[in-house]
């Protein structure tokens, strides 16, 4: 029983002090002192109570504009968002922060916190390519604005995966060609994106699928047509193995090239 009454007494005292902190923060978004509601901006932003923070930052940003502290509460603003995980608002500010203060000293740190932002909203990648055509424009843009930046370092890794999910999205969608046995349009599609993307890191798959589509062709072709298509499997037989002859599917592009060498022979 004494237990009980214990935690009854423990719970009351968390919701009293509960109370009494949003009394006391109320009290100051009440108040009219700005140089008070700057410090416990910055207080509760030190303290991790970055939506207390934000909101501070918010109610006295038009009152200290044109001072010497406007870029410091337009920075600490959107760097509460983005600590308290709302990388869309944060974005937002961080842009606007960006075309304002062009020279602050926060400037590097904002561009840098604005391309989190935006690694953050991008989608799988079967889904809308957008967020990531933006957050690969923006990571680009700072390695151009900041070729000695600190920060690269961290940036490095999420533009080469945001790379890699557009590489991998151009090639998902022109396998589905492939998928579904239409492969005159596989072998237009695959190609057009090595033309587009020479470098795209699923190159090998994709001149092994022009190879296998090619060969599927041939083999459904009129038996006038067959001679010539057969000849276009050994080019592009040749196409995988002079850049992999290591290739991982060098059995099977093998097996497709013994194929046709066995037809025109035997023709």
Known sequence: M??????????????????ACTGKFEKIRKSTDYEKKYRAA??????????KSATLFDDIRLYYRGSSRDDTINFYLPKSYFLDKDPMLASSYFSAFRQSFPRSLFTEEASYLYCLCLYKMTYRVALDPNPTMQALAAMNEFYYTYPSSPW?????????????????KAYLAAKLYYDIEYYKSAIAALKTVLKDNPDNRYRENMLYLILSSTRQIAKNSVESKQRERYQTVIDEYYN????YPESKYRKEVDA????????????
């Open 152 to 168: 690269r370092e961290k940036i490095t890794p999420l533009h080469e995966e945001l790379l890699g999910r557009m590489d991998e």
């Open 240 to 243: 995988v193995i002079s850049e």
């Open 256 to 267: 497709m090239y013994q194929e046709a060498q066995k037809f025109l022979e035997k023709k």
């Open 42 to 51: 910055m207080n509760y932003y030190d303290n991790k109570k970055y939506q």
């Open 2 to 19: 004494k237990k009980t009454y214990f935690i009854y007494f423990l719970f009351a005292a968390y919701l009293l002090l509960g109370s």
